[in-house]
Antibody
Framework: DVQLVESGGGLVKPGGSLRLSCAASGFTFSTYSMNWIRQAPGKGLEWVSSISSSTSYIDYADSVKGRFTISRDNAKNSLYLQMNSVRAEDTAVYYCARDRDSSGYSGIFDYWGQGTLVTVSS | DIQMTQSPASLSASVGDRVTITCRAS??????VNWYQQKPGKAPKLLINAASSLQSGVPSRFSGSGSGTDFTLTISGLQPEDFATYYC?????????FGQGTKVEIK
């Protein structure tokens, strides 16, 4: 079974940094594009960032561009999100999600982790 | 960016009802719309992609339709486990964007 397990969330002060991780299992991680999607408390879903299987394609939402960095380690079946210069508005549950199309980049999210909560507060 | 506007924001329905949720895109996006179901405290679940293609394991009472700018998600015969929030999402171009959600509540 496909499993995605996020970790690394917690309380961080404005301007601080945090690194989220997503451990993948149950599929050939190295052939799928991966994504981070967040949800502020009581709010809707917001796409944050995507990375292709070979890391040749990376994209960010304008709201995080220049502050967040997505990366992956295919040997460790892991996805990461480095969050720098965080702001109160970055407070959210962060989900990692798999792109549905193997070796592609469809923007369809077929499997999601359970999420990790990031709270930005002084 | 492509804006996705869902309506209604919430609705109350009874078990067995037929429920329709609409989603309008700010520009034509062909059939690049996906629908997700989210229950409280849980991750979203993909129900339908490409406007009308049901994911494996999703009950056939769920259906999707539309193309261009107007899309619908229909639940024919609402079941207790269907009470949740539903989101549309466009996969036409980045940034991938979601509708604001429709909460389906028990009447």
């Amino acid at each position: 079974d496909v499993q995605l397990v996020e970790s690394g969330g917690g309380l961080v002060k404005p301007g601080g940094s945090l690194r989220l991780s997503c451990a993948a299992s149950g599929f050939t991680f190295s052939t799928y594009s991966m994504n981070w999607i967040r949800q502020a408390p009581g709010k809707g879903l917001e796409w944050v960032s995507s990375i292709s299987s070979s890391t040749s394609y990376i994209d960010y939402a304008d709201s995080v561009k220049g502050r967040f960095t997505i990366s992956r380690d295919n040997a460790k079946n892991s996805l990461y999100l480095q969050m720098n210069s965080v702001r109160a508005e970055d407070t959210a549950v962060y989900y990692c999600a798999r792109d549905r199309d193997s070796s592609g980049y469809s923007g369809i999210f077929d499997y999601w982790g359970q999420g990790t909560l990031v709270t930005v507060s002084s | 960016d492509i804006q996705m506007t869902q309506s209604p924001a919430s609705l109350s329905a009874s078990v067995g009802d037929r429920v329709t949720i609409t989603c309008r895109a700010s520009q034509s996006i062909s059939s690049y719309v996906n629908w997700y179901q989210q229950k409280p405290g849980k991750a979203p679940k993909l129900l339908i992609n490409a406007a009308s293609s049901l994911q494996s394991g999703v009950p056939s009472r769920f259906s999707g339709s539309g193309s261009g700018t107007d899309f619908t998600l229909t639940i024919s015969g609402l079941q207790p486990e269907d009470f949740a929030t539903y989101y549309c999402q466009q996969s036409y171009s980045t940034p991938w964007t979601f509708g604001q959600g429709t909460k389906v509540e028990i009447k």
